[in-house]
């Protein structure tokens, strides 16, 4: 089936390490999206992509590095720098601008830095 | 700065209509005014978008007013189901750029 898998679902890490995220797509969408979400607050964007080799930064990319180095896959990388990184993370994907509702999102990964 | 402005919160009794407010005062005459909606911690779900002209499909109506500067999402008949985080979305005709921002909270009761 079409989709969008991230992975881990939950991850805990230790205060000071990186950590990456996964996210793979195989519908062959050329937009990719990360997006965090505090409890009880709503999503903000960290990165996104348009096309292979590109990425813009969102509202929050400071602590946070991506790469796209295949149309199918978008990680995040948490730094160190992040200061308070303990969150909920949303991976999404984006085909044609005219159906707006293309959008995919994962199940979404839990981090937790202890 | 925010491109859209919603009421944190909105309560509505099941089986009312649900009205949600969106002020989108700069929007541009090539930009798209979309919702979606997220329940509990599940990625949010399309709803309805449209350019100026007002919208209905299955789940909702989308009221634009018409100088586009402020758009309602009527949901016509609110469920239990429909309690979730409900967001209003400007879109550049030429960017996939997809901010949510913090959206309103509609909570139906019984």
């Known amino acids: 089936d079409g989709g969008i898998t991230q992975s881990p679902k939950y991850l805990f890490r230790k205060e000071g390490q990186n950590v990456t995220l996964s996210c793979e797509q195989n519908l062959n969408h050329d937009a990719m999206y990360w997006y965090r979400q505090d409890p009880g607050q709503g999503l903000r964007l960290i990165y996104y992509s348009q096309i292979v080799n590109d990425f813009q930064k969102g509202d929050i990319a400071e602590g946070y590095s991506v790469s796209r180095e295949k149309k199918e896959s978008f990680p995040l990388t948490v730094t160190s720098a992040q200061k308070n990184p303990t969150a909920f993370y949303l991976c999404?994907?984006?085909?044609?601008?005219?159906?707006?509702?293309?959008?995919?999102f994962g199940e979404g990964s839990w981090l937790t830095v202890v | 700065d925010a491109k859209t402005t919603q009421p944190p919160s909105m309560d509505c009794a099941e089986g009312r209509a649900a009205n949600l407010p969106c002020n989108h005062s700069t929007i541009s005459g090539n930009e798209y005014v979309y919702w979606y909606r997220q329940i509990h911690s599940q990625g949010p779900q399309y709803i309805i978008h449209?350019?100026?002209n007002n919208e209905t499909n299955e789940m909702a109506s989308l009221i634009i007013t018409e100088d586009r500067k402020s758009s309602t999402l009527i949901l016509p008949h609110a469920t239990l189901r429909d309690t979730a985080v409900y967001y209003c979305?400007?879109?550049?005709?030429?960017?996939?750029?997809?901010?949510f921002g913090a959206g309103t909270r509609l909570t139906v009761k019984p």
């Open positions: 999404a994907s984006m085909g044609q601008f005219f159906s707006g509702n293309t959008i995919y």
């Open positions: 449209g350019l100026k």
């Open positions: 979305i400007v879109r550049l005709y030429n960017n996939n750029d997809m901010r």
